[in-house]
């Protein structure tokens, strides 16, 4: 019989710092999980300017919009190659979602 694989949805959750990325990988390999999931995106090639924010991210996020909501949820490929290699370290798989082609691309190459 197999393991079930326990997957920590980081999401956005770590709101665009580094070290609370960090912060959220130690946590999930703590609790005993597998995986952590982030997710990997372009706030450009998601949004424009002009994207209104959906009623419950006005009730909660101050940002006047989708995109520079997004824009400060946005971690760069470097600190994502950092995030890979943190979490080969702690032995814990890495996963992200990406939701632009160009992230699919720099996944693929990790």
Do not use: C
């Not at 956005?12 to 597998?34: C, E, T, Y």
């Not at 999931?37 to 090639?45: G, L, V, Y």
């Amino acid at each position: 019989m197999q393991k079930t694989k326990i997957i920590a949805e980081i999401g956005v959750n770590h709101n665009g710092n580094f070290k609370k990325a960090i912060q959220v990988i130690d946590r999930a390999k703590k609790s005993g999980a597998d995986f952590v999931k982030f997710q990997i995106f372009n706030a450009e090639k998601l949004v424009t300017l002009k994207a209104k924010k959906a009623p419950y991210q006005r009730k909660y996020e101050k940002s006047k919009n989708q995109y520079l909501m997004l824009k400060k949820l946005e971690l760069n490929k470097n600190i994502f190659k950092k995030l890979i290699k943190y979490s080969k370290k702690k032995k814990i798989q890495f996963l992200a979602t990406p939701f632009d082609l160009d992230s699919l691309d720099f996944l693929k190459k990790q």
